[in-house]
T-cell receptor, first 109, second 113 residues
Framework: TQLLEQSPQFLSIQEGENLTVYCNSS?????LQWYRQEPGEGPVLLVTVVTGGEVKKLKRLTFQFGDARKDSSLHITAAQPGDTGLYLCAGLTGNQFYFGTGTSLTVIP | DAGITQSPRHKVTETGTPVTLRCHQTENHRYMYWYRQDPGHGLRLIHY???????DKGEVSDGYSVSRSKTEDFLLTLESATSSQTSVYFC????????????FGPGTRLTVT
């Protein structure tokens, strides 16, 4: 069961460009997290959003939780090579987290 | 550093053999999780624990069992490994006393031949 769909699956952009990654579901989540994962390592938590319509900013990253708490987006401004990695969203329902399949981002210098 | 270690980090085993993976935390958190990560599937929950001797099944629990006899250790056992269980296994703990944000260990790469 894949409750969360992420798009795009792969993204390759030039340094300095902006991008948006989407995380969509037909299910409602009590909270939603975004993680970044680098090869050979575990995912690292970037942010948690809890309230419908919530927007959080982390330097050049902006995270938004949909009003109905079913979807989320991650926007990166002026991408840098250090942003390269696999971005994962995860929704919490009950005691379980459900992860999206991930967006693999490559930022070319 | 969330104080999570996994052992072993890499293992190759043969089909039909039992395998146990260990997750150890130094944070004294209640919730611990085992996930597997496969291409095209993302991370999928195998089992989780919400306290000593309190465990529950996740999305892909068939073929796996877990045990938690101490707060700091959560063991994942493959009773009879199959090739379909070749994967990268991650342990995670919660940042707070509840099923909220998670912090992940470094992972164990398991190959079943």
């Amino acid at each position: 069961t894949q409750l969360l769909e992420q798009s795009p699956q792969f993204l390759s952009i030039q340094e300095g460009e902006n991008l948006t990654v989407y995380c969509n579901s037909s299910s409602v989540f009590s909270s939603l997290q975004w993680y970044r994962q680098e090869p050979g390592e575990g995912p690292v938590l970037l942010v948690t959003v809890v309230t419908g319509g919530e927007v959080k900013k982390l330097k050049r990253l902006t995270f938004q939780f949909g009003d109905a708490r079913k979807d989320s987006s991650l926007h990166i401004t002026a991408a840098q090579p250090g942003d390269t990695g696999l971005y994962l969203c995860a929704g919490l329902t009950g005691n379980q987290f459900y992860f999206g399949t991930g967006t693999s981002l490559t930022v070319i210098p | 550093d969330a104080g999570i270690t996994q052992s072993p980090r890499h293992k190759v085993t043969e089909t039909g053999t039992p395998v146990t993976l260990r997750c150890h935390q130094t944070e004294n958190h209640r919730y611990m999780y085992w996930y597997r990560q496969d291409p095209g599937h993302g991370l999928r929950l195998i089992h989780y624990s919400y306290g000593v001797k309190d465990t529950d099944k996740g999305e892909v629990s068939d073929g796996y069992s877990v045990s938690r006899s101490k707060t700091e250790d959560f063991l994942l056992t493959l009773e009879s490994a199959t090739s379909s269980q070749t994967s990268v296994y991650f342990c995670a703990i919660n940042a707070r006393d509840g099923p909220y944000e998670q912090y992940f260990g470094p992972g164990t790469r398991l190959t079943v031949t």
